[in-house]
């Protein structure tokens, strides 16, 4: 039971090159997030799913995409990334209780 | 939205101490985890509470929902419980979390 996993765990990109985000969870959990965390700050929420097929936006949506084809993964996309949004990234998935991923360190030049 | 607010923001303590996190929330909520993110980044659950008194070792939590407010209890401090404690509410799909306590452990 690995629980939640993201791929990569570390990337820099160029300002406006693309890249996708992957969250993986093996607990058959409905609910998945996407957040960011900046340096010394809580959590903001990115985009979310309740389910297969569904996404709806959270706090800070603008600039990313996101797509629940599978239950058990997540994708967050950038298509066009900007210094802004160099951050780290956590993935969670929640069915009463939550929990996180790792965490992703993007770096946007 | 319900505002949940955590006190004390910063906290510093030697090695052994205790030490008692609060969790303030504006109206009634059913559903409270608290969550503890290590110096690495790392975030990891350590209760859902949405009602009464939960131990796990060193730690323990209680939440009051008539009274709104949830506690962190951590006896005996050791250095690797530095970090940064949330607590947060699960409502309208997603997690509203506080404003967080920074503890800082002393050797």
């Known amino acids: 039971n690995a629980g939640v996993t993201q791929t990569p765990k570390f990337r820099v990109l160029k300002t406006g090159q693309s890249m996708t985000l992957l969250c993986a969870q093996d607990m058959n959990h409905e609910y998945m997030y996407w957040y960011r965390q900046d340096p010394g700050m809580g959590l903001r929420l990115i985009h979310y799913?309740?389910?297969?097929?569904?996404?709806a936006k959270g706090e800070v949506p603008d600039g990313y995409n996101v797509s629940r084809l599978k239950k058990q993964n997540f994708l967050l996309g950038l298509e066009s990334a900007a210094p802004s949004q160099t951050s780290v990234y956590f993935c969670?998935?929640?069915?009463?209780?939550?929990?996180f991923g790792p965490g992703t360190r993007l770096l946007v030049l | 939205g319900i505002q949940v607010e955590q006190s004390p923001p910063d906290l510093i303590l030697q090695e052994g101490a205790n030490s008692t996190l609060r969790c303030n929330f504006s109206?009634?909520?059913?559903?409270l985890q608290w969550f503890h993110q290590n110096p690495w980044g790392q975030l990891i659950n350590l209760f859902y509470?949405?009602?009464g008194t939960k131990q796990n070792g060193r730690l323990s939590a209680t939440t009051v929902a008539t009274e709104r407010y949830s506690l962190l209890y951590i006896s005996s401090s050791q250095t690797t419980d530095s970090g940064v404690y949330f607590c947060?509410?699960?409502?309208?799909?997603?997690?509203?979390f506080g404003t967080g306590t920074r503890l800082t452990i002393i050797p």
């Open positions: 509470i949405p009602s």
């Open positions: 799913s309740v389910g297969e097929g569904t996404t």
């Open positions: 969670a998935s929640n069915w009463g209780t939550q929990y």
């Open positions: 947060a509410y699960f409502g309208n799909e997603k997690l509203t």
């Open positions: 109206d009634s909520v059913n559903n």
